[in-house]
């Protein structure tokens, strides 16, 4: 069974392109999770998506970012407008239906690493 | 609120060496505490966890105990390897869905 795959795993992009970061689940997975990793600093939340709908979004920042699961394919994080702060290692975790439980394994993946110029 | 905090890092042993990296938390709730492990290149690890209170996570030599009246969960290991130097993030969990993580410690192991 493969693990979480995510890609592509560099991207780099100049001030004010987007940038569009894919994860696939494993599979059987439904519960996908957004994480973002500043340099030199732990994994922050950004969002919590089942297929299709949007569960918890209260890490996103307010403006550019943007996330999707749809029915079928990988999970998508859209960055408009990249600038320098959004230089980061963005990670995707996923875990099985039915484990919204606190003691439920979420399983990451080798995540994107986002840099701006 | 929910927060995590860790040792700081890094953290340099000689092989063979005793290991602890100290976690303490804040949660609203009971949280489940967990150790992920972070190899170089790589995406995070599930080391181990645990849900209540005296609870003892282990895996691969390492442990950590749930210690409510501390709020701590501190990794140990009572012998390290090269093959241990990581990132190693200590993170808890609530009713939420989302992990709280804290900045991460760094270990190198050396020969």
């Known amino acids: 069974n493969a693990g979480v795959m995510q890609n592509p795993r560099h991207l780099v992009r100049r001030r004010g392109q987007e940038a569009r970061l894919r994860c696939s689940p494993m599979?059987?997975?439904?519960?996908v999770y957004w994480y973002r990793q500043l340099p030199e600093e732990g994994l922050k939340f950004m969002v919590y998506l089942q297929k299709e709908n949007i569960i918890d979004e209260s890490g996103m920042p307010k403006e550019r970012f943007s996330a999707e699961f749809p029915k079928e394919g990988p999970s998508i994080l859209r960055i408009q407008q990249v600038v320098r702060g959004d230089s980061a290692a963005y990670f995707c975790?996923?875990?099985?239906?039915?484990?919204?439980?606190?003691?439920?394994?979420?399983?990451f993946g080798p995540g994107t690493r986002l840099t701006v110029l | 609120g929910n927060s995590v905090t860790q040792m700081e890092g890094p953290v340099t042993l000689s092989e063979e060496a005793f290991l602890t990296i100290n976690c303490t938390y804040t949660a609203t709730g009971y949280p489940s505490l967990f150790w992920y492990v972070q190899y170089p290149g790589e995406g995070l690890q599930l080391l181990l966890k645990?849900?209540?209170?005296?609870d003892k996570g282990s895996n691969k030599g390492f442990e950590a105990t749930y210690r409510k009246e501390t709020t701590s969960f501190h990794l140990e290991k009572g012998s390290v390897q090269v093959s241990d130097s990581a990132v190693y993030f200590c993170a808890l969990r609530t009713g939420a869905n989302n992990l709280f993580f804290g900045t991460g410690t760094r270990l190198t192991v050396i020969p």
């Open positions: 645990a849900t209540k209170a005296d």
């Open positions: 975790a996923s875990s099985p239906p039915g484990t919204s439980g606190p003691g439920n394994e979420q399983f």
């Open positions: 599979k059987g997975h439904s519960h």
